[in-house]
């Protein structure tokens, strides 16, 4: 037996698994679900590049250290917006409809329910993660690793998701807008 060799040291901690990292229709089937219970509205999948879809001006993102560093970023339309407000509400939203946030709730709702179905954590038990409005400026300068297109009635909603960043990549999205 050799000097370094120690035979009560039985590291028996398995090796981390590499993150997975769902695939369009993983993410699909996850929103699904999520939009049903929370909206009561059932999306529809769109099997097209995203380099064919029209500006989305309304985005919120999602920048978070575990299992592995990543960007999760949903945007739509404020058109959207507006029919989720009436969806909740029962009522035509008014000017200062954004006030109530209901983009950006749905965004962390299913950020929340994305990571417990994927990696199977509670998202409470995690590092913080950072919200803040997204700007195509400031994501990775590569195709996302996984990303989804869905339409909420005549309303395309795209979900983006960037993971295993480099250090340049973080510090990107770290920056003031």
């Known amino acids: ?33 999520f939009l049903i219970r929370w909206a009561n509205e059932a999306p529809r999948y769109v099997p097209m590049s995203m380099e064919d879809m029209a500006h ?15 960007i999760f970023v949903i945007r739509s339309t404020t058109e959207l917006e507006k029919y989720l407000v ?8 008014g000017r200062d409809f954004q ?7 749905m965004a962390v709702l299913f950020w929340h329910l994305l990571v417990s179905q994927v990696w ?25 690793d996984s990303a989804c297109t869905v339409f909420i009635r005549d309303f395309p909603l795209e979900i983006r998701l960037w993971v295993k ?3 340049e990549e973080v510090t990107n999205w770290k920056k003031i807008q």
């Not at 989305?56 to 990543?70: A, C």
């Open 99 to 105: 006030k109530q946030g209901i983009f950006l709730e």
């Open 56 to 70: 989305l001006p309304l985005e919120q993102g999602i920048f978070f250290f575990e299992p592995v560093d990543g």
């Open 1 to 33: 037996m050799g000097h370094s060799e120690n035979p009560f040291n039985h590291d028996s901690t398995p090796p981390a698994k590499p993150a997975l990292i769902p695939d369009s229709i993983k993410i699909y089937n996850i929103f699904n679900q």
């Open 120 to 144: 199977q954590l509670d998202t409470r038990t995690l590092k913080p993660a950072m919200l803040r409005v997204s700007l195509p400026l400031n994501w990775p300068d590569r195709k996302p």
């Open 86 to 93: 009436k969806l909740a509400t029962g009522k035509k939203p």
């Open 165 to 167: 960043l480099s250090p």
